[in-house]
């Protein structure tokens, strides 16, 4: 759904919604008449405006949902909401968004492993249990290891698979189970 629809329907204009959410005014004129993409727009501006407006961050970008952004750039949209939300508020939405199935039957299996592995490892971090929905997803995982574009780059750089099998060894269990190395996810700015 268009965020100009979502505004017409609640009935609050771009300037009301700029001093609720607290995204700059400019920032959703550009949203609105589509100079700014809002697919493109960082997680926790998704996050913000869906919270002002009592839909979800899926109904802001509904229309948009089947063009699909780099996996680096969805890595950092995942990190960006586990930090803005919180552990405990990400694996609630996540589970009760069911995005991890969604993404699943999309065959967006590289996005699918990362969003449960993130869950996997947050639940882990709090002692929280398995959410046991999804075992016939964790039985499954990428047939080759898909490396941070950091990674490759020192890869390349230095003419050396080293950077690849230092970053495999100290990947993250969750991520690492699913031929994702993944090892910073708490460090976005």
Same mark, same amino acid.
């Given at each position: ?7 017409? %329907? ?11 959410? @607290? ?5 959703? $004129? ?8 809002? !697919? ?35 890595? $950092? ?8 939300? @919180? ?8 589970? &009760? ?13 590289? !996005? ?12 882990? &971090?709090?002692?929280?249990? %398995? ?11 990428? %047939? ?5 574009? $950091?990674?490759?780059?020192? $890869? ?25 190395? &993944? ?7």
């Amino acid at each position: 759904m268009r965020i100009n629809d979502i505004l017409e %329907q609640k009935n609050i204009t771009k300037y009301r919604l700029a001093k609720i959410s @607290g995204v700059p005014f400019a920032t959703i $004129s550009d949203i609105c008449t589509e100079k700014a993409k809002i !697919e493109h727009c960082a997680a926790h501006t998704l996050y913000r405006l869906s919270k002002a407006l009592d839909v979800t961050m899926e109904d802001l970008v509904a229309d948009k949902l089947d063009q699909r952004i780099s996996f680096e750039t969805f890595k $950092s949209n995942i990190c960006h909401m586990v930090k803005d939300k @919180g552990d405990l508020a990400f694996i609630i939405d996540t589970l &009760e968004s069911d995005e991890i199935r969604k993404l699943w039957n999309k065959k967006w299996y590289p !996005e699918c492993f990362y969003t449960l592995a993130m869950l996997d490892y947050l639940c882990r &971090e709090n002692d929280l249990p %398995q959410c046991t929905n999804y075992n016939d997803i964790r039985s499954a995982c990428l %047939q080759k290891p898909i490396y941070p574009a $950091s990674i490759i780059a020192k $890869s390349v750089a230095s003419k050396s698979n080293r950077p690849k099998v230092d970053s495999l060894n100290k990947a993250i269990p969750e991520f690492k189970h699913f031929n994702i190395v &993944e090892n910073e996810v708490r460090n976005v700015n």
